[in-house]
């Protein structure tokens, strides 16, 4: 059985643990590999390599970081097939989603190429007489990101692209479901010219997580994953000096308003709601509609669109499957929970993925796409993040009921309308409490240089992911004011004891 251990100072580190968790092949339940669950003195050993590394790193010009971006975007590019499927391979997802998650995650590189540009900071020239300011915006030293399951190359590379290319150096704790990943994106880095010690990957479980939260070598964390999970990192890192950024769950609503182009609207709530089984976390699970009439025709076309889904493996050779499995039987069994749940409770459930057979699959954690009409918000399956193929449509009379509804909600990731109304589309964007709005667009997910993050308990810290908000986490500001001699000398005696104005 292979197993993926840590990769620590330009290289492969083999851990001495006992502990070890199990990687599968969703799509099959075979377990393929297994991950080691690092002791707290192998994370330690992965912050010394990065602590060391940074005084060199941190003195490197940017232009110079930024052509090892540069050359790593070229070899994600040259690698892309082999790191697509081992992203479908360990996660589950179709190949060509594979493909663009990769996509979105060199775009942050592409991003980070630009840093000389970006970390410049910003210059006055005689804020007084004879006196300028310029500020440097400094990297902060060892940073550490801590990623989910769900998107095993994104995730990372909104982070450490950015915390690089600004002078820090890095750890990274991958997801110990898809673990290879990490491994992978160290390799490429280092052929992409990173000296040794910059980035380091270590894998584990708590007992890792808790040595970056607290080792006063390291200075930010970032983080993504559930939301109990992310308010514990918070407290923790914040409580321990650190910078943090911690982004959790979501429930992600839309409004289809009466006048919305249904045909359109219709297939991209499909696609939004079910692409990577549901696993996203901006997927869309819940479909606010305005009017009965416009909830009847919506259901209608759903269900036909839904039922022609193709489920089964990521990587085939034929045509491609629209939806691959959830990511482990543990999993699979909690979304089942779910969906008996609305029933329960009074949801009528109009497709029903329960009990997937995919053919020669007999044992993948298939859950089919699931549509539920009549859910109210008093319903566990209203409520709760299911992170799988689960779509609930809630029906209210107007726009105003439909805004409060998901003003109400405790998490706060994306939110869209479709409409073909401009004022109410503005009106929604001002007042939704949502990180991210899309106006006809289902998956409202900004590009690398803008900023990634929602509202409410779907983050923690100010500071979103990527774009200038990234850049601004990753470094510190100085601001240095200047004044040279001929000025001093004219002032060499005296002293001022009132605040000092420029003007
Ligand atoms: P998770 O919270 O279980 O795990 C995330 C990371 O935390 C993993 O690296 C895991 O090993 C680590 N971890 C888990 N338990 C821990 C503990 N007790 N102490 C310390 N570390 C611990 O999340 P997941 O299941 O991997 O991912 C799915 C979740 O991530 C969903 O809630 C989804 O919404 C969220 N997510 C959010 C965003 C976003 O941008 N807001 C993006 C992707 C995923």
């Excluded at 409410?456 to 001699?485: A, E, Q």
Aim: glycine share 10%.
């Amino acid at each position: 059985m292979e197993t993926v251990h840590n990769f620590i100072n330009g290289q492969i580190a083999e851990s001495s643990t006992e502990r070890f968790g199990a990687v599968f092949n969703p799509a099959t339940g075979e377990q393929t590999r297994q991950v080691v669950f690092s002791k707290a003195e192998e994370a330690e050993a992965a912050v010394a390599a990065a602590h060391a590394a940074f005084p060199a790193w941190k003195k490197t010009p940017p232009l110079r970081r930024a052509r090892v971006m540069f050359k790593f975007k070229e070899l994600l590019e040259a690698n892309q097939d082999k790191l697509a499927r081992l992203i479908s391979n360990e996660h589950g997802k179709v190949y060509s989603d594979a493909v663009g998650e990769l996509t979105r995650g060199l775009e942050v590189v592409e991003f980070a190429c630009g840093i000389p540009h970006l970390q410049k900071g910003e210059s006055s020239a005689n804020v007084g007489s004879g006196v300028d300011s310029h500020s440097i915006m400094q990297p902060l030293g060892v940073c550490a990101g801590i990623t989910p399951f769900n998107f095993p190359a994104m995730v990372p590379m909104w982070m450490f692209p950015i915390a690089l290319a600004t002078g820090n150096t890095f750890v990274l704790k991958p997801s110990e479901k898809d673990p290879s990943l990490g491994l992978m994106l160290a390799e490429l880095l280092k052929e992409a010219g990173l000296p040794d010690g910059v980035f380091n990957v270590v894998n584990g479980d708590k007992e890792a997580v808790d040595v970056l939260l607290t080792d006063p070598r390291v200075q930010a964390v970032s983080f993504v994953g559930s939301t109990p999970i992310a308010e514990y990192i918070y407290s923790t890192a914040s409580a321990h000096g650190k910078r943090c950024q911690a982004l959790g769950g979501a429930k992600n609503h839309c409004v289809l308003m009466p006048d919305a182009d249904l045909e359109m609207a219709s297939g991209a709530i499909v696609g939004a709601g079910f692409g990577a089984a549901g696993e996203r976390c901006m997927a869309l699970s819940v479909v606010v509609a305005v009017g009965d009439e416009t909830a009847d025709k919506l259901v209608a076309s759903l269900s036909e669109s839904i039922n022609k889904m193709r489920v089964g493996p990521g990587i085939v050779d034929g045509p491609e499957n629209d939806m691959g499995p959830v990511i482990s039987a543990q999993h699979r069994d909690k979304i089942v929970g779910y969906i008996d749940s609305g029933v329960e409770q009074g949801a009528k459930l109009v497709v029903d993925g329960r009990g997937c057979q995919v053919e020669g699959h007999d044992n993948g954690y298939f859950v089919g796409p699931t549509l539920f009409d009549d859910v109210t918000p008093d319903m566990t399956i209203y409520q709760d993040e299911i992170f799988g193929p689960v779509l609930s449509v809630v029906r209210v009379p107007d726009y105003q009921t439909a805004l409060e509804l998901i003003n109400r909600h405790e998490y706060g990731n994306g939110s869209a309308i479709f409409t073909r109304d401009g004022e109410t589309a503005r009106q929604f964007s001002e007042d939704v409490l949502a990180g991210m709005v899309g106006v006809n667009v289902p998956i409202p997910v900004p590009m690398a240089f803008h900023s990634f993050g929602g509202w409410k308990r779907s983050i923690f810290g100010p500071l979103n992911v990527h774009g200038n908000d990234g850049v601004r986490f990753y470094t510190r500001m100085k601001t240095v004011t200047t004044r040279w001699p001929a000025s001093v000398r004219l002032e060499t005696h005296d002293s001022h004891f009132t605040m000092p104005t420029m003007g």
